[in-house]
């Protein structure tokens, strides 16, 4: 009788209304947690759109300044970066919104419900709460069912503060509201596509990048399909990216293309449900591959057990910016006309005579991708209190390793992932611009370039190693590095004033290979990196762990 009931028991609780049991609280739970996240990533998403609405009018006051921005549209190039291209004879700010940013604005959405619906399951049981939970009245299928809802929600929120930034420019209330649906459908797929993931893997790192992968492929599925053929070819229809721009918004307005997105949204759902049913908790379905029996020499050192860990990340950081970075260099010649006929363009990103517009509009690329190496520079950092916070960092130290050396073993491997990335971003802008322009010349030049903005990008990476040290979160560092990258990206439009622009810390290197490096550019971010990482080191000895 009594080995019976174990066996009942869990009958009950993976079939019937017992299943779903605990759902309610976990919502609130769930929604509790991320009220922040959400906060942030609508007002993110909804404020980027109600820049555009506002900053476009005034770099392109009339149609024939629109017109020469559709015009590098047309390149195969900006068709795979942007869209289908709909609506390019006829370029109003409601089509350059929906071929231009719904791209950029579902894959950000994506990311968010990505991110969420691992948090709530996978990264759960990872870190031993699953288990917690699931001790009280909690059915099994409860955490996933409250994950997406939390998903759904999320996406929910993101749509409402996205429709009324559309409505505040003054586009078109049907149009807008197609275009919010795409954005929302291609998250709520790539959420419910994460559900699987957390299914199949037992880390929430794998299942997440899994995701993530696929989001990519997406993505270049989409591109492909677009650039091969005005208006999308039968590649762009294998994307949810694809099926969200063609609802053709702002042009020809059609809701059918989103059904096969909530088709593949409700698969996926029931997918994740029957997988999860199908396996114990805090294990995944796919088997978790053996390691070596003896440890490399490497992994003795804190610095080869840092690289070990975190090489993948820096791998796929390096392919994804080096992609982009030569797609965005492809367009070099395009945006030169458009810049030679707008010269107010040209003056936003620092070009001079038409003969100086090349090297100002490469050396202005070379700077946005050195903001996204920053990013990397301050997530990269903050393993630090990933690690502590699983409880893996005492692990480390109760060997023969100081946490000053811990310390500059995870920096050190910082240093080396963002001299990868910003090479790889001048390498592959150097190699699209010499393909646009002919210059063979431009490739090495971009790519040492690239290099300027170490010190820079580590200033911030620094700042997160103090924060961790001091255990006061990152949200400072965050704040200062967003508000560094709106500065330096939007600073001329928005009409900031010059000593605002001119103290921005993306302003303080000059913008090579258009302008000369100086010393001081180098010397003083490298000093200050260093004092900060010293000063991490300092605070970690001082205090206690996980305190």
Same mark, same amino acid.
Request: with cysteine; net charge positive; charged share 10%.
């Given at each position: 009788m009594t080995t019976l009931a174990p066996a009942r028991e869990r009958a009950v609780r993976t079939a019937g209304p017992a299943a779903w049991a605990g759902t309610a609280g976990l919502v609130r739970h769930g929604l509790r947690r991320d009220r922040v996240r959400i906060t942030v990533w609508a007002l993110a998403?909804?404020?980027?759109?109600?820049?555009?609405?506002?900053?476009?009018? $005034?770099?392109? /006051?009339?149609?024939? $300044?629109?017109? +020469?921005?559709?015009?590098?549209?047309?390149?195969?190039?900006?068709?795979?970066?942007?869209?289908? =291209?709909?609506?390019?004879?006829?370029?109003?700010?409601?089509?350059?919104?929906?071929?231009?940013?719904?791209?950029?604005?579902?894959?950000?959405?994506?990311?968010?419900?990505?991110?969420?619906?691992?948090?709530? +399951?996978?990264?759960?049981?990872?870190?031993?709460?699953?288990?917690?939970?699931?001790?009280?009245?909690?059915?099994?299928?409860?955490?996933?069912?409250?994950?997406?809802?939390?998903?759904?929600?999320?996406? @929910?929120? !993101?749509?409402?503060?996205?429709?009324? $930034?559309?409505?505040?420019?003054? #586009?078109?209330?049907?149009?807008?509201?197609?275009?919010?649906?795409g954005a929302a459908t291609v998250g709520l797929v790539f959420g419910a596509l994460a559900a699987v993931t957390a299914q199949l893997s037992a880390h929430a790192r794998t299942a997440s990048g899994a995701a993530g992968a696929l989001l990519g492929l997406a993505y270049v599925l989409r591109g492909l399909g677009d650039a091969a053929e005005r208006g999308g070819s039968v590649l &762009?229809?294998?994307?949810?990216?694809?099926?969200?721009?063609?609802?053709?918004?702002?042009?020809? #307005?059609?809701?059918?293309?989103?059904? /096969?997105?909530?088709?593949?949204?409700?698969?996926?759902?029931?997918?994740?449900?029957?997988?999860?049913?199908?396996?114990?908790?805090?294990?995944?379905?796919?088997?978790?591959?053996?390691?070596?029996?003896?440890?490399?020499?490497?992994?003795?050192?804190?610095?080869?057990?840092?690289?070990?860990?975190?090489?993948?990340t820096v791998a796929w950081w390096a392919v994804g910016l080096g992609v982009f970075a030569v797609l965005t260099g492809s367009l070099a010649q395009g945006v030169v006309e458009s810049l030679e006929a707008q010269p107010a363009l040209a003056d936003v990103l620092g070009g001079g005579a038409a003969g100086d517009v090349l090297s100002s509009t490469l050396a202005a690329f070379l700077a946005f991708f050195a903001m996204a190496v920053a990013v990397f520079a301050v997530v990269a950092t903050q393993r630090l209190t990933r690690e502590e916070d699983a409880g893996r960092t005492g692990v480390v130290l109760a060997a023969a390793v100081s946490r000053p050396a811990w310390? =500059?073993? &995870?920096? +050190?491997?910082?240093?080396?992932?963002?001299? !990868?990335?910003?090479?790889?971003?001048?390498?592959?802008?150097? #190699?699209? @611009?010499?393909?646009?322009?002919?210059?063979?010349?431009?490739?090495?030049?971009?790519?040492?370039? &690239?290099?300027?903005?170490?010190?820079?990008?580590?200033?911030? =990476?620094?700042?997160?190693?103090? $924060?961790?040290?001091?255990?006061?979160?990152?949200?400072?560092?965050?704040?200062?590095?967003?508000?560094?990258?709106?500065v330096g990206l939007y600073g001329p439009l928005l009409g900031l004033p010059d000593a605002v622009q001119d103290a921005a810390p993306f302003a303080l290197v000059p913008r090579v290979p258009a302008e000369a490096l100086t010393a001081r550019a180098v010397v003083v971010p490298t000093v200050v990196a260093v004092v900060l990482v010293a000063a991490a080191g300092v605070a970690l000895r001082r205090r206690d762990l996980t305190a």
């Open positions: 998403v909804g404020g980027l759109i109600a820049y555009v609405g506002a900053a476009i009018p $005034a770099a392109y /006051p009339d149609q024939a $300044a629109l017109q +020469t921005r559709a015009a590098i549209m047309t390149d195969p190039s900006g068709a795979f970066m942007t869209g289908p =291209g709909y609506g390019l004879d006829d370029y109003t700010l409601g089509v350059m919104v929906a071929n231009e940013m719904l791209g950029m604005v579902a894959v950000a959405v994506a990311v968010m419900s990505i991110l969420a619906v691992v948090r709530h +399951t996978r990264a759960e049981e990872e870190a031993g709460r699953a288990d917690l939970v699931r001790a009280g009245a909690v059915g099994r299928s409860a955490p996933l069912a409250a994950a997406l809802a939390v998903l759904v929600v999320a996406n @929910a929120a !993101v749509g409402l503060v996205l429709l009324g $930034a559309l409505l505040v420019v003054g #586009l078109v209330p049907a149009d807008s509201l197609a275009l919010v649906a &762009s229809w294998t994307s949810p990216i694809g099926w969200a721009q063609q609802t053709r918004a702002f042009v020809d #307005l059609r809701w059918w293309p989103l059904l /096969p997105g909530v088709g593949l949204c409700a698969l996926l759902v029931a997918a994740a449900f029957a997988l999860a049913a199908r396996r114990d908790v805090g294990a995944g379905l796919v088997p978790t591959r053996r390691g070596r029996v003896d440890a490399r020499r490497a992994l003795l050192s804190p610095t080869g057990l840092t690289w070990r860990t975190e090489r993948a310390l =500059g073993a &995870s920096f +050190t491997v910082t240093v080396v992932g963002c001299a !990868v990335l910003l090479l790889a971003a001048g390498l592959g802008l150097g #190699l699209g @611009a010499a393909a646009s322009v002919g210059d063979a010349g431009l490739t090495p030049s971009l790519t040492l370039a &690239s290099l300027a903005y170490l010190p820079l990008v580590l200033c911030f =990476g620094a700042a997160a190693a103090l $924060a961790h040290g001091l255990r006061t979160g990152a949200w400072w560092v965050w704040t200062l590095l967003v508000a560094s990258i709106l």
